[in-house]
T-cell receptor, first 117, second 112 residues
Framework: SQTIHQWPATLVQPVGSPLSLECTVE??????LYWYRQAAGRGLQLLFY??????ISSEVPQNLSASRPQDRQFILSSKKLLLSDSGFYLC????????????????FGSGTRLTVV | QQQVKQSPQSLIVQKGGISIINCAYE??????FPWYQQFPGKGPALLIA?????SEKKEGRFTISFNKSAKQFSLHIMDSQPGDSATYFC???????????FGKGTKLSVKP
């Protein structure tokens, strides 16, 4: 079975410090990978997605970046955190949808609560 | 451009009542419509999904109603329970769009 791991669960970082959040997927190969951010009581904002190693698409320009050094590893980074980077960060994966008859669902990790102080 | 419009933003229902959350979409190429349930501090989890070739899908107390001509679909939670209190997201996928398009979410509170 497939599992997704995301860590850490909570993180408190000072403004201007670097950030590295890691996500790994087990039990599948060549997944699509996603990073979402969720502000308190708000919806899901897609930050980055990746369809393969080294292939990153950015949805929202910001001081965050993402990398995919291995097939099942997705990393979210920042060189200098801002107060506005606080939020709930979610990693997700999905299979490639190969036909219209195939279901297409995302599996989300348990999230990282980031507080920038 | 908001491709998926979800309403209401929040909903309060008494225990035993029916909770109804609605979504409307623009792109007729969408062909897969899931609902996700998110509890506080957790990631969203797939609850139920429907394809446009059926008008209704039921799983336990959860039912999706789908109206292709109106480009709308809704989630009905029968006999709502306090444990159903969560945020619910509708989503759409299909056509040339590679990613799921999520609605903005509905926070459901079921009062005992």
């Amino acid at each position: 079975s497939q599992t997704i791991h995301q860590w850490p669960a909570t993180l408190v970082q000072p403004v201007g410090s670097p950030l590295s959040l890691e996500c790994t997927v087990e039990g599948t190969s060549n997944p699509n990978l996603y990073w979402y951010r969720q502000a308190a009581g708000r919806g899901l904002q897609l930050l980055f997605y990746s369809v393969g190693i080294g292939q990153i698409s950015s949805e929202v320009p910001q001081n965050l970046s993402a990398s995919r050094p291995q097939d099942r590893q997705f990393i979210l980074s920042s060189k200098k955190l801002l107060l506005s980077d606080s939020g709930f960060y979610l990693c997700a994966w999905s299979r490639r949808r190969r036909s219209i008859s195939e279901n297409y669902g995302y599996t989300f990790g348990s999230g990282t609560r980031l507080t920038v102080v | 451009q908001q491709q998926v419009k979800q309403s209401p933003q929040s909903l309060i229902v008494q225990k035993g009542g029916i909770s109804i959350i609605n979504c409307a979409y623009e792109n007729t190429a969408f062909d897969y419509f899931p609902w996700y349930q998110q509890f506080p501090g957790k990631g969203p989890a797939l609850l139920i999904a429907i394809r446009p070739d059926v008008s209704e899908k039921k799983e336990g107390r959860f039912t999706i109603s789908f109206n292709k001509s109106a480009k709308q679909f809704s989630l009905h939670i029968m006999d709502s329970q306090p444990g159903d209190s969560a945020t619910y997201f509708c989503a759409c996928h299909g056509g040339s769009q590679g990613n799921l398009i999520f609605g903005k979410g509905t926070k459901l509170s079921v009062k005992p």
